[in-house]
C-alpha cells in the first residue's frame, strides 16, 4: 500500500522559510516523479513543483527562484524547500506521485496534506 505523508508545515511571517518533507513507504521516490501541488481556500489545485526521476525539476512560474525540491533516495522522502515566503503561499500544500518516471501532470498518489500560512 503506497502512502505519501507530509509533514514540515506550519505558519511563518513574510519572508520566512520552511522545508516540508513527504515520506513515501510502499513506494520508491527514485523511481518515480514525485511532485507538490498547494490549494488555497476558493481556489483550485495548482502544480508547484516537479521532481522527474533523473532529478530533474520544473516549477510554477508563482515560486520559480523561492522553491526547491529535492529528494533523498536514501530516505524515500522528498523535499520542498520555500523561501521569500509570501501571503500568497498559504495554502494546503500535498505531496504527490505520477507513477511513471517522467512527470506528465497526471497523479496516481496523494499525501494528506500539510497546512502553510504565511502572515505579514
Known amino acids: 500500500q503506497v502512502q505519501l505523508v507530509e509533514s514540515g508545515g506550519g505558519s511563518v511571517q513574510v519572508g520566512g522559510s520552511l522545508r516540508l518533507s513527504c515520506a513515501a513507504s510502499?513506494?520508491?521516490?527514485?523511481?518515480?516523479?514525485m511532485g507538490w501541488f498547494r490549494q488555497a481556500p476558493g481556489k483550485e489545485r495548482e502544480g508547484v513543483a516537479h521532481?522527474?526521476?533523473?532529478?530533474?525539476?520544473s516549477y510554477a512560474d508563482s515560486v520559480k527562484g523561492r522553491f526547491t525540491t529535492s529528494k533523498d533516495n536514501a530516505k524515500n522522502t522528498l523535499y520542498l524547500q520555500m523561501n521569500s515566503l509570501k501571503p500568497e503561499d498559504t495554502a494546503m500544500y500535498y505531496c504527490?506521485?505520477?507513477?511513471?518516471?517522467?512527470?506528465?501532470?497526471?497523479?496516481?498518489?496523494w499525501g494528506q496534506g500539510t497546512q502553510v500560512t504565511v502572515s505579514s
Open positions: 521532481i522527474d526521476s533523473d532529478g530533474s525539476t
Open positions: 504527490a506521485s505520477e507513477g511513471i518516471s517522467i512527470c506528465t501532470g497526471g497523479v496516481d498518489y
Open positions: 510502499g513506494y520508491t521516490v527514485s523511481r518515480y516523479c
